[in-house]
């Protein structure tokens, strides 16, 4: 058995001439939360589809849950739950009945409806009709749809887009909880950063269609090194004779500020004293850690357009 219940080789989609994903190799551990961040139109969708069947790679290979997606695609979509852009349901039709056509269709004992209603707090409101509601109710209905098999692995394409806070917070809950409760892999896509911060243990950057970062969070973190921001009055001038005596020192190119990575208290010190007895004058000196959002738009390429 495979670690992994994802495990792309090279997987690649063309759309005419334009390639859209990039030979990427996805390993997503088995039982753990994988963030799949990157922007929008960065290939996150395209991927899924692939990864669900519903289109096929130009080339590169697919193992979901050990197996060759190719060789035993119905075998491996039984194990698999997904919920892809907006969930698909009869709005006339309470969530009990459209949960019930799914039973049918999968052949799921009925009983498992009372499950997934609990697991989605969704039981107060299963006989209403679909069309009246909320759009958190609604994303809620179509996890529960996809949970109803008991799969293995849950694929999620932006799961909490147009939710209000409070609905964000459910969806987020209910995800941390699948590993634990139901022994799940859990595919989460999202543009959103702080959305993945909050619930993955193992992230995936993707930018226009190479995946250019994977590992568990921790490790994305570490990159987040602090950084000694001196206010001054001639940055540039300062930052260069900082420079020429050996420090690392670079001007910020839209504040009267200059950063550099020397943290040490002791050499904080030894570069202030310098500063000020070149003449220079000091308004402030901050020590800043990286944010995961500023990191993601440094691996992203993106840091200068925002």
């Known amino acids: 058995m495979t670690d992994y219940a994802i495990d792309t080789d090279q997987l690649s ?14 390993k997503v551990p088995r039982r753990e939360i994988y963030g799949f961040l990157g922007p929008n139109g960065a290939g996150k969708t395209t991927t899924i589809r692939m990864l669900l069947g519903l289109i096929r790679s130009s080339s590169g290979e697919i193992r979901i849950l050990g197996k060759d997606l190719n060789k035993n695609r119905m075998n491996i979509l039984r194990d698999v739950g997904s919920l892809v852009e907006s969930p698909s349901y009869y709005a006339h039709l309470s969530g ?46 179509g996890i529960a749809m996809a949970l109803i098999t008991e799969p293995k692995l849950l694929i999620l394409d932006e799961p909490t887009n147009g939710l209000d806070p409070s609905g964000i917070q459910e969806i987020r809950e209910l995800i941390t909880r699948l590993p634990r409760d139901f022994d799940m892999t859990v595919l989460l896509s999202s543009h959103l950063l702080s959305e993945i911060e909050q619930v993955a243990t193992y992230v995936g950057i993707i930018n226009q269609g190479e995946l250019i970062f994977q590992g568990p969070l921790e490790e994305l973190t570490k990159r987040s090194k602090p950084h000694v921001w001196i206010e001054v009055d001639r940055p540039i001038e300062a930052a260069a004779a900082l420079r020429d005596i050996g420090w690392d020192a670079e001007p910020s190119i839209t504040t009267n500020q200059l950063r550099t990575s020397i943290t040490e208290r002791r050499q904080s010190a030894e570069m202030i004293r310098y500063l000020v ?25 993106q840091e200068n357009s925002l």
């Open 96 to 141: 009990y009945k459209n949960l019930q056509i799914v039973t049918l269709m999968h052949r799921v004992p009925e009983s498992r409806i009372k499950e997934v209603l609990h697991w989605v707090r969704l039981e107060q409101a299963a006989h209403r009709p679909v069309k009246s509601y909320s759009l958190g109710m609604r994303q809620r209905l």
């Open 277 to 301: 007895g070149q003449q220079y004058d000091l308004y402030r000196v901050t020590e800043k850690t990286k944010t995961l959002e500023e990191i993601f738009l440094e691996l992203t390429g």
């Open 13 to 26: 989609r063309r759309f005419g001439q334009r390639e859209t994903v990039k030979r990427i190799n996805l």
